[in-house]
């Protein structure tokens, strides 16, 4: 719940389509992640494409880790369980912690839309060096009902009893300063 008493914060956020078909034309989920973001009045801070390689990957998400600019990297794609899809392996090794309830709720979420196909999602999210990562399916409806019932939320300053940009002190440190 929001507490209108509270100043609203922007994040920056860095985007990340995992696939090896997707064209900026026609990668419909990033487009509808950047459109949300800043629409919420958040800041996009990059956004790629990259093939499903889990190196590839493991890289891009990783400077933007490093990037003290960048406080929330989403992905979307390459959560599945074919042979192609990594991005779960890519993403796991550099967080620190595993923030377990969000793969969870999002299955929960998702079982309206899919029914027991949730079950082969494997999104997830997590925090690495102070930066939250969202790993996102593919599919736009997804990322649209992930942004929309959990991650819109989480990164509003606003939302109580608590939220992650309450947990981001470089944020908060440079808005003091």
């Known amino acids: 719940m929001a507490n209108p008493a509270r100043e609203f914060i922007p994040v920056s956020i860095a ?36 093939p499903d390689d889990v190196y590839r990957i493991r890289a891009v998400v990783a400077n933007w880790i490093a990037d003290p600019d960048i ?53 997830l999210a997590g925090v690495a060096n102070g930066t939250y990562v969202f790993v996102l399916p593919g599919s736009t409806g997804a990322c649209k009902m992930g942004w929309e019932k959990l991650i819109v939320h989480q990164l509003d300053y606003r939302t109580r009893p608590c939220n992650l940009v309450e947990l981001m002190p470089r944020l908060l440190e440079s808005r003091q300063s």
Do not use: W
Not at 72 to 95: K, N
């Open 71 to 123: 406080q929330v990297v989403i992905t979307t794609g390459g959560t599945g369980v074919t042979g192609f899809d990594g991005t779960p392996e890519a993403i796991t090794p550099l967080l620190d912690k595993v923030l377990d309830g969000f793969g969870e709720m999002f299955r929960v979420l998702s079982y309206e839309d899919i029914g027991t196909s949730t079950l082969q999602s494997r999104c």
């Open 15 to 50: 985007v990340l389509t995992a696939s090896d078909s997707r064209t900026e034309e026609n990668d419909t989920s990033g487009k509808a992640l950047v459109e949300r973001l800043t629409a919420a009045g958040h800041k996009l801070a990059d956004k790629r494409i990259v």
